[in-house]
């Protein structure tokens, strides 16, 4: 789900996925980080009506998602790099 900056209230357990342009945090439950912690996560906007997360506007926006699974080279870099921040870490 979108919501602007500063509201959405971090949980303890949420892990952080990463920023997009730079700034802007992306935020996954720990169940759910379980399920894709080895894959890479492409989460794009594109024109078109939206069928289900929070980007239905009246700009005709929509998220796709795209995963595939890391390759054992980049699960061991995962690894080497320890775990992600958590929300408790916040």
Do not use: H, K, N
């Amino acid at each position: 789900m979108c919501f602007l900056r500063g509201e959405f209230r971090v949980g303890a357990g949420d892990v952080l996925l990463g920023c997009i342009a730079g700034d802007t945090p992306v935020w996954i439950g720990e169940a759910q980080f379980a399920c894709w912690r080895y894959s890479q996560l492409v989460l794009d906007a594109a024109p078109g009506r939206a069928a289900g997360m929070s980007l239905e506007t009246s700009e005709d926006m929509r998220f796709i998602a795209r995963a595939r699974l890391f390759d054992d080279a980049e699960v061991d870099l995962l690894v080497s790099a320890g775990e992600p921040p958590r929300g408790s870490d916040a």
